[in-house]
């Protein structure tokens, strides 16, 4: 298994274009997330899905765009890039929790978004 | 919202040592935490899980501990590695079922000295 693969690992815009942050996992895993970190913090909530067809907002949703459109593909799209979001996004993936289980979220490797 | 933090932002520790690090949370619904590990340029890894009706779980040199009465969650590493040495996530949610609502504290860095 690959686990979580996210593409691209370096991407570089000017203010006001746009792009998809690629996401996928193998796994057959219900939940998939997006989240972004920013230097010193820890990892905010941009958008989450618990199935293919349902996706909603985390805590900073504000700019992003996501769709659920197969079990393995989770997309975020930047809709107008703006500097405040440079960032490293990372995507997770995770099995629905259960009480008799870890429930052991899978991240991506990260990609790191400069906007100018 | 509510925050999560960690009462120290870096700890070092000499090879062999034992480990704590705390993290204080003040979502009083708060009922399913998560240890993550994330080393440089990578992305976090899981440690370990605690749902809010137990107090300890342990792992492989892990143990998490969790005092709902002073909302304290902490991590306790036993004879630290090198390879321990990251920064270490606590992550809450309100409902562990619900799927992905975590919140994160900052961190801590642990930096393990030979």
């Known amino acids: 298994n690959a686990g979580v693969t996210q593409t691209p690992k370096f991407q570089v815009l000017k203010t006001g274009q746009s792009m998809t942050l690629q996401c996928a996992q193998d796994?057959?895993?219900?939940?998939m997330s997006w989240y972004r970190q920013d230097p010193g913090m820890g990892l905010r909530l941009i958008h989450y899905?618990?199935?293919?067809?349902?996706?909603d907002q985390g805590e900073v949703p504000n700019g992003y765009n996501v769709s659920r459109s197969t079990t393995e593909d989770f997309p975020l799209r930047l809709l107008s890039a703006a500097p405040s979001q440079t960032s490293v996004y990372f995507c997770?993936?995770?099995?629905?929790?259960?009480?008799?289980?870890?429930?052991?979220?899978?991240f991506g490797p990260g990609t790191r978004l400069t906007v100018l | 919202g509510e925050s999560v933090g960690l009462h120290l932002p870096t700890l070092s520790v000499q090879e062999g040592d034992n480990s704590i690090i705390n993290c204080a949370y003040s979502?009083?619904?708060?009922?399913?935490f998560i240890w993550y590990k994330q080393e440089s340029g990578k992305g976090p890894q899981f440690i370990i899980d605690?749902?809010?009706?137990?107090d300890k779980r342990q792992g492989q040199r892990v143990t998490v501990l969790l005092n709902k009465t002073v909302k304290h969650l902490s991590l306790q590493i036993a004879a630290t590695q090198p390879g321990d040495s990251a920064v270490y996530f606590c992550?809450?949610?309100?409902?562990?079922?619900?799927?992905?609502?975590?919140?994160f504290g900052k961190g801590t860095s642990l930096l393990v000295t030979p």
């Open positions: 997770a993936s995770s099995y629905f929790p259960s009480e008799s289980s870890y429930n052991e979220q899978f």
């Open positions: 796994m057959n895993h219900e939940y």
């Open positions: 979502n009083s619904a708060s009922d399913y």
């Open positions: 992550a809450e949610s309100e409902n562990s079922n619900s799927g992905y609502a975590l919140n």
């Open positions: 899905s618990v199935g293919a067809g349902i996706t």
């Open positions: 605690i749902r809010s009706n137990m």
